[in-house]
């Protein structure tokens, strides 16, 4: 190897590292020209979204022949992130997997979220969907979503779910169950959908709406009981379980992990990650690993997810106000 190149390969890397020590302020190419691609992520190192994410990252960097680099900003329910990629310069090669609660969600509840959905993002592709399930625990006298319904009726602390944060698209679940059914529905704010499953598993609540995802493997063990799930069509996961569709109640609740990019990312590089995007569904391999999550993959377009936020933001800003939510 000439000294030249290993120079060039030298200065490329510090260049690189020095952008990753100033928090991304610039990402520039290495010395063979591969793009660095900032992926934020608004939850933990190690949680469901930030598991698909480094996944997605994975199949990006290898469709591109590019540097994913995840960039794990937590907090507010996904708005530090949201607000992150709004600040992106078009050198830091911004992206951001984000789930729908932060593009349809947060505006909603959000006096100030610190970001507009329809200026400072630019849909990519949903990657897979995922939905919301009621459950209650194993010791439970229901049985069935109609047994629940009754029994709630009879004692109405019964109705008291817990979710997994105020505001979240799982309380007005709970508020458009309880309007339809006709019976009282208490919401019960956790910090995470995991503490909310925990005091499930322990009868300490009586009821939980929370991701089906999550409950797979405490079902399969005997420690909750799924009555019905809010989807389109019933989960792969658990065939058995209806749909509040099948009982009457239609709502816009598939829920989904999906792919924004700042608006000031280069129009070259966007075309390129979209096209990316879409060609994951053509490796089997790719499909398997989003799988794994307990997650179904789901490839939507960058205008049918447009779409469908659209939608789905109409319907539930119509319930957050019939609800009187006051926005925090």
Not at 47 to 57: E, K
Not at 69 to 98: C, H, R, W, Y
Not at 100 to 123: A, E, W
Not at 175 to 189: D, I, L, T
Request: glycine share 6%; with cysteine.
């Amino acid at each position: 190897m000439s000294l030249k190149r290993i120079f060039n390969r030298t200065i490329g890397a510090s260049l690189v590292a020095m952008g990753i020590a100033a928090g991304f302020a610039a990402l520039p190419a290495q010395a063979d020209e591969k793009p660095v691609i900032r992926v934020l992520v608004g939850f933990p190192a190690g949680a469901g979204t930030d598991a698909l994410a480094r996944i997605y990252a994975e199949a990006l960097a290898q469709q591109l022949n590019a540097t994913t680099v995840v960039d794990n900003k937590p907090g507010a329910g996904g708005q530090i992130a949201a607000a992150t990629l709004k600040q992106a310069t078009p050198e830091s090669n911004t992206i951001m997997f984000a789930v729908d609660h932060q593009v349809i969600m947060v505006p909603l509840v959000v006096k100030s979220p610190g970001f507009d959905v329809k200026k400072d993002m630019v849909p990519v592709g949903r990657i897979v969907k995922f939905y919301t399930c009621l459950a209650v625990p194993a010791n439970s006298p229901a049985h069935t979503f109609n047994e629940y319904l009754d029994a709630v009726r009879k004692n109405p602390d019964l109705g008291n779910y817990g979710i997994p944060a105020p505001g979240s698209q799982a309380q007005f679940v709970g508020y458009v169950m309880g309007q339809h059914f006709k019976v009282p529905m208490n919401a019960v704010p956790y910090k995470g959908a995991a503490p909310a499953i925990t005091d499930l598993i322990g009868a300490q609540v009586p009821a939980a709406i929370v991701p089906c995802d999550g409950l797979v493997e405490y079902r399969k063990a005997g420690k909750v009981r799924v009555l019905a799930m809010a989807a389109d069509k019933r989960y792969s996961a658990m065939p058995d379980v209806p749909t509040f569709a099948e009982m009457g109640l239609k709502m816009p609740a598939d829920a989904f992990l999906g792919v924004y990019a700042s608006t000031t990312l280069k129009p070259e590089l966007l075309k390129q990650i979209t096209e990316a995007t879409r060609k994951m569904f053509d490796n089997p391999r790719v499909v398997e690993k989003f799988a794994s999550t307990n997650m179904e993959p789901s490839y939507a377009s960058p205008d049918e997810l447009r779409a469908f936020v659209d939608t789905a933001t109409a319907f539930w800003a119509e319930q957050v106000r019939k609800s009187n939510f006051q926005a925090q």
